[in-house]
């Protein structure tokens, strides 16, 4: 059984061979070649143009490299021979119109024609695009903005007056009474609150979220037994203190800070968090307090600036830190 041209397309296989190959050939003919030109602009028609592959034909490509005999195989599901040939009458047909001097066109490709000489000339259809990537995208133009100088950005504009020195005297001036109050804001009540604990429930370190009840009640005891010391101390013999009636006086600067990171009713669990600070870098020191505990001191510290930038900064790891003056 005979499959004649006139029923089948073979420019139909080759179109859908051209999406994914840069070459196809069609034997006995010549072969069909894609050219990948990237994305460029017309300066002059102010004219956007997407990437393009664009089709090319070289007559001396013309053997058989089984490609396109594949694609009609599988696709009319027939047999390779059957394919071979009739790409051949395929082939036999359209050289016979070009002999005739007929135009052979293949849509969405290009067309041929035999020149005065008798040679195949091929003419590419300039709006077929084959890049994949350039599915969807069409050229465009743009209109350019009109009487728009970049330039103009940048120049000085004469009719403004530069910064009178008189008002930038006034900004100083304004700034130099300002940030020393906004520096004694800030530092009233870091002062006044020196001496409270700052642990929090939510913490990473084990040693502190086992004791922190106790640690807590720790450090405010041992606030309040240094408070009844001192007002004690300033009264006769005679007269009782109570605790309502004790307020903790601001306590001024001294020379050595302890920047305490824990406080353990366990010796161990304070030895373990000591541990922990040498591996971080610090010389921490264990140190007994009155009521029985054991502090962890991460470092000591010459003046309350410095000790309180610390403090800051080892709260990160071990919440709860504080600072305690050494008297």
């Known amino acids: ?16 061979l051209l999406f994914g190959h840069d070459c196809v050939i069609v034997p ?20 956007f143009y997407p990437p393009v592959k664009q089709i090319s034909f070289n007559r001396n490509l013309n053997h058989n490299d089984g490609l396109l005999v594949g694609r009609v195989s599988a696709s009319l599901n027939i047999n390779y021979g059957d394919a071979r040939s009739m790409v051949e009458e395929f082939v036999v047909e359209l050289r016979k119109k070009l002999t005739k001097g007929e135009k052979v066109v293949f849509d969405n490709i ?12 091929f003419e590419p259809d300039r709006d077929a695009n084959y890049h994949l990537d350039s599915f969807g995208l069409e050229s465009f133009q743009y209109l350019p903005l009109e009487g728009y100088d970049v ?59 086992a004791e922190f009840e106790h640690n807590k009640k720790a450090v405010d005891q041992d606030i309040k037994d240094e408070a009844i ?11 009782a203190v109570s605790v309502s009636e004790i307020k903790v006086p601001v306590v001024a600067e001294e020379e050595l ?30 140190v007994a307090a009155p009521n029985g505990f054991y502090r962890v ?20 790891k071990f919440p709860g830190s504080w600072i305690s003056r050494k008297i």
Request: charged share 25%.
């Open 1 to 16: 059984m005979s499959i004649r041209l006139d029923f089948v397309d073979i420019t139909v296989f080759i179109r859908e």
């Open 28 to 47: 006995g003919f010549g072969g069909f070649i894609g050219n990948y030109s990237p994305a460029r602009i017309d300066k002059n028609s102010a004219t």
């Open 110 to 121: 290009g067309s041929f024609i035999n020149n005065q000489e008798g040679n195949i000339q």
């Open 151 to 209: 330039r103009k950005r940048i120049l000085r504009h004469p009719g403004k007056d530069p910064v009178k020195q008189s008002s930038m005297r006034k900004i100083l001036w304004r700034a130099a009474v300002i940030i020393p109050l906004l520096l004694v804001i800030v530092a009233v009540p870091l002062k006044t609150n020196l001496f409270k604990s700052r642990a929090e429930t939510t913490t990473m370190n084990p040693l502190v979220t």
């Open 229 to 239: 010391k001192i007002a004690e101390s300033s009264k006769p013999a005679n007269v």
């Open 257 to 286: 800070y302890f920047l305490i990171t824990g406080s353990f009713k366990s010796e161990e669990n304070a030895v373990a968090q000591a541990e922990m600070l040498k591996k971080e870098g610090f010389t921490p020191e264990v």
């Open 297 to 316: 001191s991460a470092m000591e510290c010459h003046d309350l600036n410095s000790a309180l930038t610390k403090k800051d900064s080892i709260s990160k």
